[in-house]
């Protein structure tokens, strides 16, 4: 099935997969609060995981971006086998870099413990460079099964990977469970591992079905890589510039004291939920369509379609940025057992931000649809730097959760040049859509925020976990009933859906 001929259903199904996934995430997260706290221990995964994380965001993730997009064209003008040897010549060159990032991790690794925890004693650096040594085989497995899930995609595969990472991940949750006792922290460590191997093992037959050609462990020479290299290069300074402020700013949470890495995490990973879902499903479902309205010159189709995506995207925004303004007391009771208030006010700086972050996110890959990749590159660039700049220069006189809000401070200023850079027909109504999604998230906060205060703290505060999912699940209800009651209120295009399906419930029960 052709990805463009039911966009929507792909974007619907993949959404509810993600979401499942999330939700597991979720329970990871609340896992790793309930066995490790926030303890150095903690401390040292997470400033593993992120490093990783930006060496494979800012080495990979152009490649990755671009890969879909490119393959296709490589198989239309120069055919199949053509762009499966390129893909080989791709593998080729990933395994190189591997080779040369082990050795650098290596022979450096004391030089990077320094960089990326200066605030950490003698004894908890050593830990985290043992902890680096370990997850090595972590960063090689996510770029491995990153590239297959990608192929799978370009042959119109989409929900086997999907369905497999869930499995894997409940494989995760179950080994935290049984070795958490025995293992300590280490526990993270071999459950990540197990997750990974399985991933990769299950991708490469299901690969090794659909695209016999492609060697993932062989050699296909490195001649044929700069078909995707090349083409990604403008990519790689916005990338780069997202994963240094992610390091510099987990960097800085370590002169805040001994768990206040995770502290900030834990906030982070909140923020991050629904960004897992839409960072996938954009590239995958968006991209491919703005970029044929884009070439075929249909600018109605493709303002039709971005302020269409524009708006389901950030209704689901809406709801998880409420709960992160409203409701951080519950959620910080949740994880730590008692209301943290630099936990709750870095929640509500970061429950900002995610609108933001999820606004940019779309514009990028329209501005990458209509092949403005500089104008994509500064705007994300800009951003970065100011939120760099503040935290190397002004957060040494504020709290910890002042870096939330220098968070929020540069996806509002990438937002904005994003926005400028934006040539779309009708931009007047996509900013008066964006103008509406922000008055009904005031509103809704402002309602909500004071039923809380008034109504439900008196209810739910002081009660344990239960009560505390219980409020953020009436918050959430609430939430989302706002929402439809606001379609009508500002004439919203979703309210002609909700009375489709109202319509279509009254008929099935008559």
């Known amino acids: 099935m052709n990805i463009l001929s039911s966009p929507r259903r792909i974007s619907m199904a993949l959404g509810v997969l993600r979401f499942a996934k999330m939700f597991l995430g979720v329970i990871v997260l609340y896992l790793a609060v309930k066995y490790f706290g926030t303890t150095y221990e903690r401390d040292s995964w997470v400033l593993s995981i992120a490093l990783y994380s930006m060496v494979l965001l800012a080495v990979f993730s ?13 198989k239309s003008q120069q055919g199949e086998e053509f762009a499966i040897e390129s893909v080989n010549s791709l593998l080729s060159a990933y395994w190189c870099l591997f080779a040369v990032i082990a050795v650098v991790m290596f022979l450096a ?55 497999i990472s869930l499995t894997a991940s409940v494989i995760n949750i179950v080994a935290i469970v049984l070795l958490s006792d025995y293992c300590g922290i280490y526990s993270m460590v071999i459950a990540t ?74 906030a982070r990973q909140v923020m991050n939920l629904p960004w897992v879902v839409f960072s996938s499903i954009v590239p995958i479902v968006l991209t491919p369509i703005l970029s044929k309205c884009f070439i075929e010159k249909d600018e109605a189709r493709f303002s039709k379609e971005l302020r269409q995506f524009t708006r389901m995207l950030l209704f689901v925004s809406v709801v998880v940025s409420v709960v992160m303004v409203v409701n951080p007391a519950q959620i910080s009771l949740i994880f730590f057992s008692e209301v943290n208030v630099e936990f709750v006010a870095v929640m ?38 100011l939120s760099i700049g503040l935290c190397l220069f ?8 002042s870096l939330a809000l220098f968070l929020m401070v540069g996806q509002l200023l990438s937002s904005i040049f994003l926005m ?30 004071a039923m809380q205060i008034f109504v439900l703290d008196q209810i739910f505060l002081n009660g344990g976990v ?4 219980a409020n953020l699940a009436i918050s959430m209800v609430l939430t989302l009933t706002l929402i439809l009651l606001a379609l009508f209120l500002f004439n919203m295009e979703e309210k002609g859906i909700v009375l489709g399906l109202a319509s279509k419930f009254i008929k099935r029960e008559k």
Request: charged share 15%; aromatic share 16%; hydrophobic share 50%.
């Open 394 to 401: 002004v957060s040494k006189y504020y709290p910890l959760s």
């Open 109 to 163: 690794k004391g030089f990077i413990v320094q960089w990326i925890a200066p605030g950490f004693s003698d004894e908890e650096q050593h830990f985290l460079s043992i902890m680096l040594l370990w997850l090595f085989p972590y960063f090689m497995c996510q770029q491995v099964t990153n590239t297959q899930i990608a192929i799978l995609n370009t042959y119109e595969s989409y929900f086997y990977p999907e369905i």
């Open 62 to 74: 152009p490649i990755n971006d671009i890969f879909r997009t490119r393959f296709i064209h490589l």
């Open 348 to 385: 509500r700086w970061m429950g900002v931000a995610i609108n933001f972050t999820i606004l940019s996110l779309i514009v990028s890959q329209a501005l990458i649809a209509e092949n403005r990749i500089v104008k994509y590159v500064i705007g994300i660039v800009a951003g970065n730097l």
């Open 193 to 266: 591992l197990v997750n990974n191997v399985i991933m990769v093992t299950v991708l490469s037959l299901l690969l090794k079905q659909r695209v016999p050609g492609i060697r993932l462990y062989g050699w296909g020479g490195l001649e044929k890589s700069k078909m995707f290299l090349l083409f990604s290069l403008p990519v790689y300074l916005a990338t780069f510039s997202n994963q240094a402020y992610q390091m510099i700013e987990k960097a800085i949470c370590t002169n805040y004291g001994t768990g206040a890495v995770s502290l900030f995490d834990y």
């Open 466 to 469: 239960f009560m505390q999912f």
């Open 420 to 449: 400028i850079f934006l040539q779309v027909e009708s931009k007047a109504a996509y900013l008066k859509d964006l103008f509406k999604m922000a008055l009904m998230l005031c509103l809704i906060v402002s309602a909500l925020g």
